[in-house]
Structures are given as structure tokens and as C-alpha cells.
Nanobody, 123 residues
Framework: QVQLVESGGGLVQAGGSLRLSCAASARTASTYVMGWFRQAPGKEREFVSAISRAGSTNYVDSVKGRFTISRDNVKNTVYLQMNSLKPEDTAVYYC?????????????????WGQGTQVTVSS
């Protein structure tokens, strides 16, 4: 069992930046692939980014070049640095963990979820 706790959401103007964090509490948490999904009002939850223990990454096309995922395996924490934010990035961002390779995260939901953190980008 893996428990995930997100932090770092908030309100920011378009063009601004935010960094999300997700701390995993489990002895084996560092072995999981971790990543992020988001869900905007009235829309389905969508894949954003994922990273393996070794650092292999995957991003949805809409955030490539703007978002950067990273992780600290000692702290069992994954980060999402979000730059050049747009109003369409507004959503609840959910951290996830699973054994699925990062390149499969767009088609297979994670096994474990955090509670979500709100990101609001004003125009």
C-alpha cells in the first residue's frame, strides 16, 4: 500500500510558474513509477507526466517544453515544475504511483492516487 500526499497547488497568473510535490509513504515507494494526472471541471482525468525510478519520463504533448517532472528517490518524492502556465492548465492535479512504465501511463491508470491539489491559472 502506498499513500500519496500532494502539495504546491494554488492560484497563478497566465505565464507564471508553480511546483507541485507528491510525497509517498511506503518503504518500497522509491521503486514505483510515479506521475501526475489532472482533471478539469466537466472533463475526464488526463495523463500529464510520469517518471520511473531510473529517470525515464513521459509527457502529454500539451505540456512538453513547459512542464518538467523529477523525483528524489531518497525522499520518495516526485515533483512537477510547471512553467509558462496557461488558463487551460487549470485543473485538480493528482499524483499517482504504479508499476506501469511511464510510456504506458496514458492508457493505464495508476494503482494508487493522492487526494489532489487545485491549480488555477487566471488569464
Amino acid at each position: 500500500q502506498v499513500q500519496l500526499v500532494e502539495s504546491g497547488g494554488g492560484l497563478v497568473q497566465a505565464g507564471g510558474s508553480l511546483r507541485l510535490s507528491c510525497a509517498a509513504s511506503a518503504r518500497t515507494a522509491s521503486t514505483y513509477v510515479m506521475g501526475w494526472f489532472r482533471q478539469a471541471p466537466g472533463k475526464e482525468r488526463e495523463f500529464v507526466s510520469a517518471i520511473s525510478r531510473a529517470g525515464s519520463t513521459n509527457y502529454v504533448d500539451s505540456v512538453k517544453g513547459r512542464f518538467t517532472i523529477s523525483r528524489d528517490n531518497v525522499k520518495n518524492t516526485v515533483y512537477l515544475q510547471m512553467n509558462s502556465l496557461k488558463p487551460e492548465d487549470t485543473a485538480v492535479y493528482y499524483c499517482g504511483a504504479s508499476w506501469t512504465n511511464p510510456d504506458r501511463w496514458s492508457v493505464r491508470l495508476p494503482d494508487y492516487w493522492g487526494q489532489g491539489t487545485q491549480v488555477t491559472v487566471s488569464s
